[in-house]
Nanobody, 128 residues
């Protein structure tokens, strides 16, 4: 397996919850694991990222509602999404990449260009 496999997407009403999963391999499971999403007609945007020390960063639009986590033993990462809103609709992608030195600190950033392995995506549709 040389790519990431996402699952857990689906249709849910506003206020509902979904948990996305991302499974990698030993080779593709890197220091930074992130979730991105792309809404219809919009550019892809970063949602959340976690590094091996479990330091996390979230987009402002999902803070307090989404939680990213990872399981090193399973080469997996998860995105728990609560209190979903219409604007959360889109294709969700998992991506992994190396941790990079930035301003003297090793950190994972929510920028597409930093990620080298991507999954095919799992769709999330929030509708009533």
């Amino acid at each position: 397996q040389d790519q990431l496999v996402e699952s857990g997407g689906g249709s849910v009403e506003p206020g509902g919850s979904l948990k996305l999963s991302c499974v990698a391999s030993k080779i593709t499971y890197m220091n930074c694991v992130a979730w991105f999403r792309q809404a219809p007609g919009k550019e892809r945007e970063g949602v959340a990222v976690i590094d091996t020390s479990e330091t996390t960063t979230y987009a402002d639009s999902v803070k307090g509602r989404f939680t990213i986590s990872r399981d090193e033993a399973k080469f997996a990462a998860y995105l728990q999404m609560n209190n979903l809103k219409y604007e959360d609709t889109g294709m969700y992608y998992c991506a992994t990449g190396p941790i990079l030195l930035s301003d003297g600190i090793f950190r994972c950033k929510l920028a597409e260009s930093k990620y080298v392995v991507w999954g095919q995506g799992t769709p999330v549709n929030v509708s009533s």
